[in-house]
């Protein structure tokens, strides 16, 4: 199931103004790359400028046919067509075609040019990097900026290098230092970071895997984890090194297809989900070749991780076509408790798509199906976040929410479902944000808070998505243009610029809408939720904080740092982190009996004092004189075990009247509690009095009653208390003596 909350995640948009009509797009290092239908040439625009003004453009060697950015290395890498052939090319240092630098690289894999490469720091390298079957996909890792390439049986990684020119020709270092050193402050001010001793990016190639009955329609890599995905079938495989000579390139090697005789029937695989260890089960084998490379480290091990393969449902009128998956990621995530120079991500997610459903599996310390998202419409591309799930359909763009905070919460403090700390489930449920409607969207990808489309609208169809608005009656203020406006040249395609709001200004609408639920009933489920789902959102971005230097520090891009600010005032973040778990312990402490506990943990993590809590549990007028379980619960919690915090004895007296009406059976351990040494004993007297009189006499409450008149220093009255009970008369004389 999923809840449907009309929230805003959307602040503004704006029109890119290209002069082509964009074929591919993709998002990195600030900036958004275009290529034009058909064209071989690439423009890049900067997304942290109002307008997206033009950075540079440079011709491509082919026509490109896929584009992806990556953010360690800042480099891109291209699958372009010449000639009737398909090449791979990876283009580094693009940034410097802004300074109008006409000179551009071009070397092979694994060669440094002598010449013009002493001065690569200043001019755009083409790598071309042979294969021996044609690439059909490729992906570049976020963590280590490595390159996985599908071809159309094997897949090939490349390791990214960063290699010093220095090292290979001592005698060009002046030359070299000299050249850098001069062009250092005019490049700076042009907002571009250099070295006085640059590196220069290489590729070498590691591992080539080879797949059986699987063909690569998509690509994933991040760390050790590799992924890879056919028409209907995901793979997760990790790949290690190891210095172990065995591989599992003998025997995996055995697998072979057995249903090669029976070529005259068309069998249709069954439907399958085989998580951790059971997914080498599954009828793909994967066999390691060596490189052959002398300074290789080790030997690769691999390990299964996951497998779905999914069957399209003919009897529901379903085709090959419309159950194809899409959209395949591997998401890293990292925690505040990690080194900043620690390469591995805390959390790795694998994401991926139906038209009609989407998959998130957690990867690490156990794989874990987190969420399946249902959509409303059949969705062409999906893109995660660590905030949201883009998706787009022909006509909309639409967000839910996503569960990586939850599972780095609880890698980074194991303890956190305690009684000391708390956070809501990863299994949660998912809720959609709201639908945005656009025409003839096509393609989406996402650079921080920028959410970059590509629509093509068809004329004939441009009436069906107006009708769909005023159905829906979903209206929204842009400040910068309407969605179904096109760009003043009245071209039929549009590239829009979609900015999302901070999950600050998201959490304080969420407040607010929760407050509709809170004021007809307090302890609506959908109340509950919406707060669990504001929760995660400043987990989020307190992760993020704290993740922010690591990647400043690691990533060579100049616009990186303007990506990675979140909220500008941490203290507000935490302040708001405050508040919410006081929300969410005020739902628990008035819920049902089976989550009533949470409101213990929720309650310590507010920060608020008891006498705060109190006041927020007190029954409202024209309401039943009753607390909740979960208040009651934390309350004796505190009593018990908080035995260095002393109450006031307005607030002491209160605890008393609050266990009088809810528990009387807990009055006698209550009063017992060293926080409620300030009690009034007068009061407190009459109030066991009455318990006396309705529930009986019994030594613990004797002697409760006898502790009271001793603090009222009136000894016969404790006297005759005590000699109630012959067990309690030895001790009542020797206070008698003591006290005279």
């Given at each position: 199931?999923?809840?449907?909350?009309?929230?805003?995640?959307?602040?503004?948009?704006?029109?890119?103004?290209?002069?082509?009509?964009?074929?591919?797009?993709?998002?990195?290092?600030?900036a958004?790359?275009?290529?034009?239908?058909?064209?071989?040439?690439v423009?890049?625009?900067?997304?942290?400028?109002?307008?997206?003004?033009?950075?540079c453009?440079?011709?491509?060697?082919g026509?490109?046919?896929?584009?992806?950015?990556?953010?360690?290395?800042?480099y891109?890498?291209?699958?372009e067509?010449?000639?009737?052939?398909?090449?791979?090319r990876?283009?580094?240092?693009?940034?410097?075609?802004?300074?109008?630098?006409?000179?551009?690289?071009?070397?092979?894999l694994?060669h440094?040019?002598?010449?013009?490469?002493?001065?690569?720091?200043?001019?755009?390298?083409?790598?071309?990097?042979?294969?021996?079957?044609?690439?059909?996909?490729?992906?570049?890792?976020?963590?280590?900026?490595?390159?996985l390439?599908?071809?159309?049986?094997?897949l090939?990684?490349?390791?990214?290098?960063?290699?010093?020119?220095?090292?290979?020709n001592?005698?060009?270092?002046?030359?070299q230092?000299?050249?850098?050193?001069?062009?250092?402050?005019?490049?700076?001010s042009?907002?571009?970071?250099?070295?006085s001793?640059?590196?220069?990016?290489?590729?070498?190639?590691?591992?080539?895997?080879?797949?059986?009955?699987?063909?690569?329609?998509q690509?994933?890599?991040?760390?050790?984890?590799?992924?890879?995905?056919?028409?209907?079938?995901?793979l997760?495989v990790?790949?290690e090194?190891?210095?172990?000579?065995?591989?599992?390139?003998?025997?995996?090697?055995?697998?072979?297809?057995h249903?090669?005789?029976?070529?005259?029937?068309?069998?249709?695989?069954?439907?399958?989900?085989?998580?951790?260890?059971?997914?080498?089960?599954?009828?793909?084998?994967?066999?390691?070749?060596?490189?052959?490379?002398?300074?290789?480290?080790?030997?690769?091990?691999?390990?299964?991780?996951?497998?779905?393969?999914?069957?399209?449902?003919?009897?529901?009128?379903?085709?090959?076509?419309?159950?194809?998956?899409?959209?395949?990621?591997?998401?890293?995530?990292f925690?505040g408790?990690?080194?900043?120079?620690?390469q591995?991500?805390?959390?790795?997610?694998?994401?991926?798509?139906?038209?009609?459903?989407?998959?998130?599996?957690s990867?690490?310390?156990?794989?874990?199906?987190?969420?399946a998202?249902?959509?409303?419409?059949?969705?062409?591309?999906a893109?995660l976040?660590?905030y949201?799930?883009?998706?787009?359909?022909?006509?909309?763009?639409?967000?839910?929410?996503?569960?990586?905070?939850?599972?780095?919460a609880?890698i980074?403090?194991?303890?956190?479902d305690?009684?000391?700390?708390?956070c809501?489930?990863?299994?949660?449920?998912?809720?959609?944000?709201?639908i945005?409607?656009?025409?003839g969207?096509?393609?989406v990808?996402?650079?921080?808070h920028?959410?970059?489309?590509?629509?093509?609208a068809?004329?004939?169809?441009t009436?069906?998505?107006?009708?769909?608005?005023?159905?829906?009656?979903?209206?929204?203020?842009?400040?910068?243009?309407?969605?179904?406006?096109?760009?003043?040249?009245g071209h039929?395609?549009?590239?829009?610029?979609?900015d999302?709001?901070?999950p600050?200004t998201?959490?304080?609408?969420?407040v607010?809408?929760?407050?509709?639920?809170?004021?007809?009933?307090?302890?609506a489920?959908s109340?509950?939720?919406?707060?669990?789902?504001?929760?995660?959102?400043?987990?989020?971005?307190?992760?993020?904080?704290?993740?922010q230097?690591?990647?400043i520090?690691?990533?060579s891009?100049?616009?990186?740092?303007?990506?990675?600010?979140?909220?500008?005032?941490?203290?507000?973040?935490?302040e708001?982190?405050?508040?919410?778990c006081?929300?969410?312990?005020?739902?628990?402490?008035?819920?049902s009996?089976?989550?009533?506990?949470?409101?213990?943990?929720y309650?310590?993590?507010?920060?608020?004092?008891?006498t705060?809590?109190m006041?927020?549990?007190?029954?409202?007028a024209?309401?039943?004189?009753?607390?909740?379980?979960?208040?009651?619960?934390?309350?004796?919690?505190?009593?018990?075990?908080?035995?260095e915090q002393?109450?006031?004895?307005?607030a002491?007296?209160?605890?008393?009247?609050?266990?009088?009406?809810?528990?009387?059976?807990?009055?006698?351990?209550?009063?017992?509690?060293?926080?409620?040494?300030?009690?009034?004993?007068?009061?407190?007297?009459?109030?066991?009095q009455?318990?006396?009189?309705?529930?009986?006499?019994?030594?613990?409450l004797?002697?409760?009653?006898?502790?009271?008149?001793?603090?009222l220093?009136d000894?016969?009255?404790?006297?005759?208390?005590?000699?109630?009970?012959?067990?309690?008369?030895?001790?009542?004389?020797?206070?008698?003596?003591?006290?005279?």
């Open positions: 199931m999923v809840h449907v909350y009309n929230c805003h995640p959307f602040s503004s948009q704006q029109i890119v103004q290209v002069e082509q009509e964009p074929g591919l797009i993709c998002c990195g290092g600030g958004l790359f275009v290529v034009a239908t058909g064209g071989c040439k423009e890049a625009y900067n997304l942290e400028k109002e307008g997206c003004p033009l950075i453009r440079f011709a491509t060697m026509t490109v046919k896929s584009i992806q950015h990556s953010r360690m290395g800042d891109l890498v291209t699958i067509e010449k000639n009737c052939a398909t090449y791979l990876a283009y580094t240092n693009w940034r410097y075609q802004a300074e109008g630098k006409a000179r551009v690289g071009v070397r092979l694994g440094l040019l002598r010449g013009a490469s002493v001065r690569g720091g200043a001019q755009m390298e083409i790598i071309e990097i042979p294969l021996s079957e044609r690439p059909v996909t490729v992906a570049c890792c976020p963590v280590t900026g490595d390159l390439v599908g071809c159309e049986n094997t090939v990684l490349f390791t990214l290098r960063r290699q010093n020119q220095q090292s290979q001592q005698s060009q270092q002046m030359v230092s000299t050249w850098t050193n001069s062009q250092q402050s005019s490049s700076q042009q907002g571009q970071i250099m070295d001793n640059p590196n220069f990016l290489d590729f070498e190639r590691s591992v080539i895997l080879h797949l059986s009955q699987m063909k690569p329609k690509v994933a890599l991040c760390g050790e984890y590799v992924a890879v995905q056919g028409e209907l079938e995901v997760v990790k790949l090194t190891s210095s172990d000579p065995k591989t599992l390139e003998e025997s995996d090697t055995k697998k072979t297809d249903l090669e005789d029976h070529v005259d029937f068309q069998i249709l695989p069954i439907h399958q989900e085989l998580l951790g260890d059971r997914a080498k089960d599954c009828d793909i084998a994967v066999s390691i070749e060596k490189t052959g490379l002398e300074d290789s480290k080790g030997q690769y091990t691999l390990s299964y991780v996951l497998f779905r393969r999914f069957t399209p449902d003919f009897f529901q009128g379903c085709s090959v076509e419309e159950t194809q998956l899409h959209s395949l990621q591997l998401y890293p995530l925690t408790n990690q080194s900043m120079s620690l591995e991500p805390s959390c790795v997610f694998c994401f991926f798509s139906l038209p009609s459903a989407g998959y998130l599996y990867l690490k310390g156990g794989v874990e199906l987190l969420s998202y249902q959509y409303p419409e059949k969705v062409l591309k893109v976040t660590d949201l799930l883009h998706v787009i359909t022909k006509s909309a763009l639409q967000c839910f929410t996503v569960r990586c905070a939850a599972v780095a609880r980074e403090d194991p303890y956190i305690s009684t000391m700390k708390a809501p489930p990863c299994s949660m449920e998912v809720c959609a944000l709201r945005q409607l656009f025409i969207l096509r393609s990808c996402v650079y921080g920028h959410v970059v489309l590509l629509s093509a068809n004329a004939e169809t009436e069906e998505p107006e009708r769909t608005t005023q159905r829906r009656g979903l209206s929204r203020k842009w400040t910068i243009s309407s969605p179904k406006e096109t760009s003043t040249a039929g395609w549009n590239l829009y610029v979609v999302t709001v901070s600050l998201l959490y304080q609408e969420m607010e809408y929760s407050q509709r639920y809170a004021e007809t009933n307090p302890q489920q109340l509950r939720h919406l707060l669990s789902e504001a929760h995660l959102l400043l987990r989020t971005s307190l992760l993020q904080t704290s993740e230097q690591r990647i520090e690691e990533d891009s100049p616009s990186l740092q303007a990506d990675t600010e979140g909220p500008s005032d941490s203290t507000e973040l935490e708001a982190f405050k508040q919410n006081a929300q969410l312990g005020d739902c628990f402490s008035r819920g009996q089976r989550e009533c506990h949470l409101a213990l943990p309650y310590r993590m507010s920060g608020l004092s008891v705060e809590l006041a927020r549990n007190r029954p409202l024209g309401r039943p004189q009753s607390y909740g379980p979960g208040f009651l619960f934390y309350l004796k919690h505190y009593l018990f075990e908080e035995t002393v109450l006031s004895q307005e002491a007296d209160e605890v008393i009247d609050i266990f009088s009406q809810s528990e009387p059976s807990q009055l006698v351990s209550v009063c017992a509690s060293p926080s409620l040494i300030n009690t009034s004993p007068a009061k407190t007297l009459q109030i066991l009455h318990l006396e009189n309705t529930a009986g006499v019994s030594v613990p004797t002697t409760t009653m006898a502790t009271m008149m001793l603090r220093e000894l016969p009255e404790y006297t005759r208390l005590m000699e109630r009970h012959a067990e309690l008369e030895m001790y009542g004389c020797c206070v008698c003596v003591w006290s005279k």
